[in-house]
Structure formats: structure tokens, C-alpha cells
């Protein structure tokens, strides 16, 4: 019996061993291709363009078939009527600049999409959508409009050119001051319940048109200026700065040059614009890059900021909609 026993006790334990062994090396083996399956897709993606100095651009590598235009000071649109002075920022489906309306004579900004995005442009919908419901409600006035619109031609595809107003800083860039911990500066409490106040009544009238505007974040409300149709460019430049560029150097093949600009630039400061804002301290809410009509269904084309996000976006994975707008 004892030799019985111990013929029990060696064989079994052999055999779960062999199990548990063969399964942990089947484990390490999937896992082993698929990291090197990994390893292989990130080895295939070369960048196709050397990193800049500067940090504050758009993603460079967007320059390519279906993205982002090739835009240069200076350059001229709609035959001539717009004239590239400076550049305004830059989104993850386009860039935005600022430009001299030759034929009204003021400056406005230019929002330049990519071309894959081009061809169905939510915002020009949104707008006119707006526009036709609600045009005569106190908020409207607090909405960037677009004014004109057009199509560029360039290596990467043809664009969608929306024109806007020209404003100033945002509310987040009036937060930040240099050489101080971000966020440190504050807005005067009678001013700050002006913004909130006029940023509620364009709430309100985009909610009464049936849109949920989707991406209500500090960036996305600007100060209005007054009077820049007056100014000179030396007077652009004094207030947002000379543009700051950088050569963008083509890291592969030299066939990737035409899909992109010579150089890249920084958008400019534009908290340093102070004196031309403070009079009025009107707002205006922008980007309406991925708001929609509440009655349609919701296609996921963005994000708003984690930090913004109504609790049951995060939580529950719900649809974007009037309620979660206003919880910021």
C-alpha cells in the first residue's frame, strides 16, 4: 500500500505541473509575438518630418495626403482678398490664423481644416443652423459667426476656409503669467460675472437652437477687441508678438516636401493683449468642431477635456448633450 501510495503521490503532481507549465509557456509565447508584432508596426512608422524647437505647434506629421494645409506668412486666399500675417493656434483637425481682409479692410482670423475634414464641415451646418432659429436672442451676439467661407487648393487636398472675427486671449490664456505658477492670475470678480453671465446667454441660445456645442472649455471663450481695423501690422505685431518660425526639415525621402510648409510657426501670445479688451469685456464662444444638433445621433469626432467632462460622460459613457455643456 505505502508503494501504492507512492506511485499516487509522484505521478499526479507531475502531471498538473506539466499542465500549469505548458500553459504559462504558451502565455509568454503569445505575448512575445504580439509584442513583437508591436514592435514591428512602430518600426514601420518612421516620422517623415525631424522634431521642431518649438513646442507649442500643431502635430507636423498632419502634413500629408487628407491633412492639414501648407500655409506661409504672407501666403493669399480667395484670390487675393486674404493675406496671411500671423498665425493663432492650431487644433487636432486645423489651423487658424490671422489675416488682413483686403477688401474690408480689418483683420479677422482664418480657420484652415484639413482635408479630410473639409468636405463635411459641421460648422458651417451648425451656424446656419443657428442663425435661422434663434438669430435675435440675447446670446447670439456672444457666438463666433462664421463670415465667409471658401475652398484652397493645395498639395494635400482641397480645404474648407472659414473666416471669423478676430478676438483676443482666452479665458484659460488670461489664467497664465509668466514667470507664475499657471493658472495664478484671476479675473476681477465684477468681470468675471460679465463672462459668465454673457458665456450663460450663448449657452442658452445655442440650447434653444438644439445644439450641444460639446467642447465649452475656457480655451473656447474669447475676449472680443475693439478698434484692430484700425490697426497697422506693426501694431499686430506689437500686441501678439513677431511671429516666431522654424525650418521643418524632411527626415525620409525628399517626396514628402510638397505635403508640407518650409517652416512652422508658433501661434502668438495673445495674453499680452490687455488695453484693447478691457473697455467692453465682451466674450465670444468658438469651435463648433464637434458640436451637433441634439435630435441627430451623435458621432464621436472629438473629446472634450477630461477635466470639463459632466460626471455621467466619464462614469455612465453617456451621449453628450445639453446638461453635460453647462456642468463646466
Known sequence: MQ?????????????THHNHRGRLIRILNSRSVASKTSCMAVQRHVPKFQSSRLDNIEDIEQYTHGGLHTVHLN???ANGRYRVVHKLGFGGFSTVWLVRD??????????ILTARNSNACKEL?????????????????HI???????????????HTALVYELAGPSIKQLYQCSG??????RLRSDIAQRVAFQAVLAMDCLHESEIV?????SSNILIRLEGTS????????????VPVTDKLVVSTDTSNRESAPTYVVEPAKLSIVQDHWRASMSIMLIDFGISFVASTQFTSGGRTPLRYCAPEIILDKERPSKYSDVWP
Do not use: M
Open 3 to 15: 508503494a501504492h501510495l507512492g506511485t499516487q503521490e509522484s505521478s499526479s503532481p507531475p502531471s
Open 75 to 77: 501666403d493669399t486666399f
Open 102 to 111: 483686403n477688401v474690408k479692410r480689418r483683420y479677422v482670423s482664418c480657420k
Open 125 to 141: 451646418i451648425i451656424h446656419e443652423h443657428v442663425r435661422k432659429r434663434c438669430k435675435h436672442h440675447p446670446g447670439y451676439s
Open 144 to 158: 463666433a459667426h462664421v463670415l465667409d467661407h471658401f475652398r484652397i487648393q493645395g498639395p494635400n487636398g482641397s
Open 180 to 185: 507664475q505658477v499657471e493658472g495664478n492670475r
Open 213 to 217: 456645442h460639446n467642447d465649452v472649455t
Open 230 to 241: 484700425n490697426w497697422s501690422q506693426d501694431d499686430i505685431y506689437r500686441y501678439y508678438g
